[in-house]
């Protein structure tokens, strides 16, 4: 079955760190460049990051740039985001999703992983 | 940054009604443009992309169209299963951008 699947949230202090995981299982995951994009409680969809296939070009929203950093492992299939000097504002579901062949669309989703920054 | 414009933010529809949601950017976008639906719980689905291409598997009452800087997505007679929120997403540039989201209620 072709899907994603993220792990890795949780209640964190403000300032803290942690780490997503998202899971790719039923394609060629080192083909496709991925991307987190993420939903604040009562809010909108907001793209946080995206990284190409190889791994060798990274893009960031300037909402997280210099504290958030994607990754990826192809012999894991596992994409990462190191989310570092958390917020109250980075509170939010966050959601791995697979870039479409040429266009930077999103053709597949993750269910999300809850993210909750609060002392 | 391009920002996307939805409108109405909300509405409420019955079932087998024709409904209507657009899209505006503040700059032209050239049909770089992607509904997606999303219900609570669940993987947020692509339904369109390049302004009025169906996703495979993505009902036919789905569709889109537009140009420059208006897109409208419709649903041509609403399915118990329609009802979710509603985002458009412009790819045209890097910095990818989303509406605000339309949610689709049972009236």
């Known amino acids: 079955e072709v899907q994603l699947l993220e792990s890795g949230g949780g209640l964190v202090q403000p300032g803290g760190s942690l780490r997503l995981s998202c899971a790719a299982s039923?394609?060629?995951?080192?083909?496709?460049?991925m991307g987190w994009v993420r939903q604040a409680p009562g809010k909108g969809l907001e793209w946080v990051s995206a990284l190409s296939a190889s791994g060798s070009d990274t893009f960031y929203a300037d909402s997280v740039k210099g504290r958030f950093t994607i990754s990826r492992d192809n012999s894991k299939n596992t994409l990462y985001l190191q989310m570092n000097s958390l917020r109250a504002e980075d509170t939010a579901v966050y959601y791995c999703?697979?870039?479409?062949?040429?266009?930077?669309?999103?053709?597949?989703w993750g269910r999300g992983t809850l993210v909750t920054v609060s002392s | 940054d391009i920002q996307m414009t939805q409108s109405p933010s909300s509405l409420s529809a019955s079932v087998g009604d024709r409904v209507t949601i657009t899209c505006r950017a503040s700059?032209?976008?050239?049909?770089?443009l992607a509904w997606y639906q999303h219900k609570p719980g669940k993987a947020p689905k692509l339904l369109l992309y390049?302004?009025?291409k169906l996703e495979s598997g993505v009902p036919s009452r789905f569709s889109g169209s537009g140009s420059g800087t208006d897109y409208t997505l419709t649903i041509s007679s609403l399915q118990p299963e329609d009802f979710a929120t509603y985002y458009c997403?412009?790819?045209?540039?890097?910095?990818?951008?989303f509406g605000q989201g339309t949610k689709v209620e049972i009236k």
């Open positions: 999703a697979k870039r479409y062949t040429n266009y930077w669309y999103f053709d597949l």
């Open positions: 997403q412009q790819y045209y540039t890097i910095v990818w951008t």
């Open positions: 039923g394609f060629t995951f080192s083909s496709y460049a």
């Open positions: 390049a302004a009025s």
């Open positions: 700059q032209g976008i050239y049909n770089s």
